[in-house]
């Protein structure tokens, strides 16, 4: 059954190697039991172009490099999944429509944002347990943006949250936020993201925070603009 999901771990002190020209179906997940576990997919890595609209379930394995070289739709009803590396280049917009779904679930998996995706209020773009991301374009956000990951605004990139009924903005306990320098993180409406550090500018205005919020000024130029903010009330404490 080929839509069965399996899983294969690498226990400690192990390695699992990936030659050239090998495959790994969408449906195998390959993950770490610690950090001595050691998976290296490099030399199988095949790449895939996306540049048409996403308009029903498209799922990529960890061995698959996407790159979405064309401005697209990603459709109300499809989810476009990744499991290896997904690259949006320079000038491309990615547009998730309400219904629509991004989607990035793998430890290995690495996301490399240098053209602008736009969340539209009821569309998802979720990014679970990715290696690295990395942003130097533009996402914005007026529907769910979830990232349980390690985030890096670089230079001259951009997340804007905005404040639509169905807004939320998470990077969750195991993910942290990291602004250098040049780059600009904008929170207009719901946000849960406990820490960040900042070398550029983080802007909240109309933000509505969730939980302890910790924010680390790691250069002098620095810069926090609280134009207004407030606590969600249903968060504790």
Known sequence: D????ETITVMSDSEFKAFPNATISPAISIVATDDTSKIDLGEAMGTQYIRQDVTSDLNYSQTQTVI???SIFIKKGATLTV???LIVNE???VIIEEGGELRVDNETAKVTINGDIEVENGGVMDINEAD???ITGTVTSDGILTINSNVTVKNGGKILVENGDKSAFTIDDDGKLTIET????????????SDITNKGTVTLNGAVLTGDVKISMAA?????????FSADA????
């Open 234 to 237: 249903t968060s504790p404490g």
């Open 220 to 228: 002098n130029a620095a810069v926090v603009d609280i134009k207004s």
């Open 68 to 70: 979405i070289e064309e």
């Open 182 to 193: 040049g780059g600009n993180v904008e929170i207009r409406g719901q946000a849960k993201v």
């Open 91 to 93: 000038n491309v917009e």
């Open 132 to 134: 690295t991301v990395d």
């Open 2 to 5: 080929k839509t069965t999901s």
């Open 83 to 85: 499991n290896g590396q």
